[in-house]
């Protein structure tokens, strides 16, 4: 719950400083999928994780947890669903392969190695960082989700940021090539 540093102001010469407790009650895990389709809105679908300290418990999303947040995606758009992942260890469990092959309406693409630029989600992270979460001393967790929510509902009505998001990957939705004259 440390703030992300930004920009910020102070009277010259003296450095702005905020205190905070830095005791944690738990963590918070987000997973998110932006969604593309030609000739229909982007569509930003997230889902938190919200753990405490429980021993035994999971620390962030477990394979269970991206299948049904896949299978949430594939209800709400209604098709077929190709996901491109990065290289988290969950992404390329067997488990989730298996579930994937065993699924004719979805369809999974890993990403290379250490290739966040070609990620679409990576930019909506960083669209929050440098606007909900930057400069800000959360009070507890549900300050923090609450925060982050809003900060997704913002970003999920703006198609224009998501279609930014994937533009800044140097991806597109063109599946062929057209030459001009032809």
Not at 113 to 122: G, I, M, T
Request: net charge positive.
């Amino acid at each position: 719950m440390t703030s992300h540093h930004s920009r910020t102001w102070a009277p010259k010469g003296s450095t702005p400083v905020v205190r905070f407790n830095g005791a944690s009650r738990g963590r918070i895990s987000m997973a998110a999928l932006v969604c593309f389709k030609s000739g229909e809105r982007s569509r930003l679908i997230y889902r938190p994780r919200i753990q405490g300290h429980h021993r035994g418990a999971h620390r962030g999303f477990t394979w269970q947890d991206y299948r049904d947040l896949l299978v949430r995606a594939h209800l709400q758009l209604g098709g077929p669903v190709v996901v491109i992942w990065d290289n988290l260890n969950v992404h390329r469990c067997s488990r989730l392969r298996e579930y994937a092959a065993d699924h004719d309406w979805l369809t999974i693409v890993q990403l290379p190695s250490y290739a966040p630029d070609l990620n679409p989600v990576e930019g909506i992270w960083s669209l929050l960082r440098r606007s909900t979460t930057a400069n800000v001393v959360f009070r507890d967790r549900d300050h923090l989700v609450r925060a982050v929510r809003s900060g997704l509902r913002r970003i999920q009505r703006r198609t224009d940021l998501l279609e930014g998001c994937l533009a800044e990957t140097g991806l597109s939705l063109n599946t062929t090539t057209e030459r001009k004259g032809q």
